[in-house]
């Protein structure tokens, strides 16, 4: 591999030469990596009101990821300043060798729940000389009002990505540990978002709790949330990892009939469109399926994401330091 070498040069001796690989490798990979941005908490630590059982913050802090953080505070200026240059180096990059897409996602809280950094996230986009356009938000929907979502179209978010742990509304709140006050209805909360006029892509965070293995009903069921794509996702576990959530993953999820039928169901009933190489989609009654059974990128050897991560540095892999960009 070539990351963990070079992570240990300086990186104005690596640029030159890292950037001139990535292009070469880029020119055969007709999908463009993603651009995953971490949005910390607003807090020192962890300020999540929610505690999924496969949270992904809490799965990959084993891998020390996160403890190297580039704090951003609420009232810290020159430390936010300083953080704006880092972002903005990293994001200058990541536009110079194509990237198009990001992600905003949560890392010990829900992004959502962030404003001052998704504002500081949009300063320094707007401040590039090609800024982000495609730009999507993923949560888990808790606090969600038409005001934020009206503060969300502001800073440019076009895709509006609802996770989701159960399609009945008692099931995911208690996946979630979602605590009564914040607990919504699904229904409800879909028909806010698309009111909004942003795009609603529905993420459903496939486990044997919150979803039955009835895979028309499931079908069915998700159609009625009347979102423009939908999302079957396998969670990911490591054999080696004795957290609570990966134990949660390993005994909750979804085996792999489940997931060939569900392909088979698909194929039978849905037109296929182009494939890119971490996920099969699929298009069935006005709707977008993707069926992402490589959500960690574990299954090639192409990158699928740019992780923007809270402490100021890309990496290609979630749970691999190794993976440093810089």
Known sequence: MLTPYLTKIKIHQTRPLFSNLLRKDFSTQKTLPHIVIEVP??????????????CVSDLTKAYGLVDNVFLFRKTKFP????????????????????????????C???????RK??????????????????????TSGICINEKKLEFLKSIGVNVFSLSLFSLLDHLNAKIMHTPPSLQYPIKDICQTIKNSGLDLRISLNVNSVGFSPNIPKMVEQSLSLGAQQITFRKLYSEPH??????QWIQKFEMNDRFWENLIDYFAQNAKKLNNNPFSQFFHY???????????????????????LRKNGKIYTQWDDTNSLIF
């Open 41 to 54: 908490g607003s807090g020192q630590g962890r300020d999540c009101p929610n505690r999924c059982e496969s």
């Open 79 to 106: 430390t936010n300043e300083r953080l704006k240059q880092v972002l903005k180096k990293r994001l200058s990059w990541l536009c110079g060798i194509g990237c198009q897409h990001v992600i905003l996602t949560g």
């Open 108 to 114: 010990g809280s829900d992004p959502i729940l962030n």
């Open 117 to 138: 950094y998704l504002e500081l996230f949009d300063q320094v986009n707007q401040s590039l000389q090609r800024p982000f356009t495609n730009i999507d938000i993923q």
């Open 241 to 246: 990892n004795k957290s609570p959530q990966n």
């Open 285 to 307: 009654k006005n709707t977008s399926f993707l069926v992402d059974q490589n959500c960690m990128n574990k299954l090639e050897k192409k990158n699928k994401y740019f992780i």
